[in-house]
């Protein structure tokens, strides 16, 4: 009779939080629709991992099917991978190829990754930990937690919450910073758009290129770039039609499904109900603040060299961060209401590319240069 | 620079960070001004052939 009830004697507080933080988390996937396909997976492996017992995860000494997933998919990094392919497959670089200059607000706007890592530090975190709270700031999934699987699995529950949740917020995130930083004239510039053909053999030859040169740079990026770049290559070559379609919606949909519960299922109440949890939430909110200021600030610094009629609108250097194409909806968004008429999207969207691209090379740099100092 | 690498892995972790943030900025501007550049080499390339899509 006492195993009857024993779920009932195995659940504590704890677990009753996180049962909320789960309903939370899907509240905001159903009502809000923030990165429901994600949110929704990740508040009910939320949930499930922190029932009675937690036979999803393991009971008597089996693995559970939870955990069968999270060694399958999290811990050996095949999901990320998976997501990149995807990811690469459903990304145009055409506006890039049309402005490369955008290029640079890709690499910009990556700064929240770093003055979050040494924020993290003045509060307490080792390097590894840093690194892998600061990398919320590549805003983008995928990479934060590839690099938190690398550096502090502990904290992958958290972080992986906190880079999809602000990924959702950007439009609420993004404004009130570019208002901040900027003035209302600056937020008005034009810019013109020459609408141009890109020859295939350049959209070929690029995911090659770039697969290549990160490489070489910094070879411990390698599955990163060269997943997104695989992803990217299959959609320029025009030959595998189906294999892009197939990358773009099967494959992303199937692995966002499994990468989702699968990381709901690291929240568990022990490891997530702390205050180390609500530090590295609140950490991510910085990472994504100096991301923005990052871009904008750096677009100005540009303006400074730039004549007047080549000036660029800074709103477009916040779209360096990698939250694609959510961020450069939110600039063409703020620049139409600026300005009724203001088309600055395809700009925007060619530093948005960048900064998927900015994003997975910073999470290359941060895994080569942190062991180089902790070891 | 290997002394300068030694007593860095001696630092405190804030002083490591803002190395790995110096180094991975300008890794990150060092890497995409290379795809920079060699969007703008496949411009200018592709404008000499008269092939081009």
């Known amino acids: ?375 | 620079m290997n002394i300068d690498i030694q007593s860095l892995r001696e630092a405190g972790a804030t002083i490591q960070a803002a190395f790995v943030s110096l180094g991975g900025l300008i890794g990150v501007f060092s890497t995409l001004a290379v795809f920079y550049l060699i969007i703008r080499a496949s411009e200018a390339f592709g404008r000499r052939s008269p092939k081009n899509e």
């Open chain 1, 1 to 375: 009779m006492q195993d009857v009830f024993i779920g009932f004697s195995a659940v504590g507080w704890r677990e009753l939080v996180m049962f909320a933080v789960g309903g939370a988390l899907i509240w905001l996937a159903v009502r809000k629709e923030y990165e429901p396909m994600l949110l929704l997976p990740i508040g009910f492996g939320a949930i499930l991992v922190n029932l009675p017992l937690s036979v999803v995860w393991e009971h008597e000494g089996a693995a559970g099917f939870l955990k069968v997933l999270y060694d399958g998919g999290i811990a050996n990094e095949l999901f990320p991978i998976l997501i990149f392919i995807a990811v690469g497959a459903m990304i145009d670089f055409g506006p890039l190829f049309k402005n490369p200059a955008m290029i640079f607000f890709g690499a910009a706007a990556q700064l929240g990754i770093f003055a979050t890592m040494i924020i993290a530090t003045l509060l307490g975190f080792d390097l590894k930990a840093a690194a892998a709270v600061g990398i919320i700031g590549a805003a983008d999934g995928p990479t934060a937690i590839y690099v938190a699987n690398k550096f502090a699995r502990d904290y992958l529950g958290p972080i992986s919450v906190a880079a999809y949740s602000y990924m959702a917020l950007v439009p609420l995130i993004q404004p009130p910073v570019i208002r901040m930083l900027t003035t209302k004239r600056e937020r008005t510039i034009r810019m013109s758009y020459h609408e141009a053909g890109v020859p295939r053999w350049l959209k070929i030859l690029f995911p090659i290129s770039v697969t290549l040169v990160a490489g070489f740079v910094a070879p411990i990026s390698a599955p990163l770039v060269g997943s997104l770049m695989f992803g990217n290559l299959i959609r320029e070559s025009g030959v595998l039609e189906r294999l892009s379609q197939t990358a773009q919606n099967e494959l992303a949909y199937l692995v966002t499904l499994l990468l989702g519960i699968t990381i709901g299922s690291s929240m568990r109440a022990d490891k997530f109900l702390n205050v180390t949890t609500l530090m590295i939430l609140g950490m991510g909110l910085v990472a994504f603040v100096f991301d923005t200021a990052g871009g904008v600030l750096f677009a100005k610094l540009v303006n400074l060299f730039l004549p007047h009629d080549k000036k660029i609108n800074p709103m477009i250097g916040a779209c360096g961060i990698s939250a694609f194409p959510m961020s450069a909806r939110v600039i063409q968004k703020m620049a139409a209401e600026e300005e009724r008429g203001n088309i600055i999207l395809m700009h925007a969207i060619g530093a948005n590319v960048s900064g998927q691209l900015g994003s997975i090379i910073a999470g290359g740099m941060v895994l080569a240069l942190v062991p180089l100092l902790a070891g």
